[in-house]
């Protein structure tokens, strides 16, 4: 496999895992209070927002796979995403 291709994994996974902890962090935090619906969606929409940045900064700037990096990205942050809705939206038996 092409070395760039291989780093462009690794970097989308690494973004993934990172935001990901930031938003269960801030879910953690939030879920007790009154906007912790709100505090849930403004970190979707910074995820969207994140990975217009991440595409546009690895096109420009970056030697690694855009392709890659952003396959990788959109597939763990879609993992990441449905592991935080079974932790903090599915109802507790």
């Known amino acids: 496999m092409n070395q760039t291709i291989q780093k462009?994994?690794?970097?989308?996974?690494?973004?993934?895992?990172?935001?990901?902890?930031?938003s269960v962090a801030l879910l953690?935090?939030?879920w007790n209070k009154k906007f912790f619906?709100?505090?849930w969606g403004v970190s979707t929409l910074a995820r969207f927002v994140f990975f217009g940045?991440?595409?546009?900064?690895?096109?420009q700037f970056t030697s690694l796979d855009l392709v890659a990096t952003?396959?990788?990205?959109?597939?763990?942050?879609?993992?990441?995403l449905i592991v935080e809705?079974?932790?903090?939206l599915t109802p507790k038996k």
């Not at 462009?8 to 930031?22: T, Y």
């Not at 809705?85 to 903090?88: D, K, N, T, Y």
């Open 85 to 88: 809705v079974r932790l903090f």
């Open 53 to 59: 940045f991440i595409a546009f900064v690895v096109y």
């Open 8 to 22: 462009g994994i690794i970097v989308g996974l690494v973004l993934a895992f990172f935001q990901a902890s930031v």
């Open 28 to 30: 953690k935090w939030a």
């Open 70 to 80: 952003l396959i990788s990205l959109a597939i763990a942050t879609m993992l990441f």
């Open 37 to 39: 619906y709100t505090v």
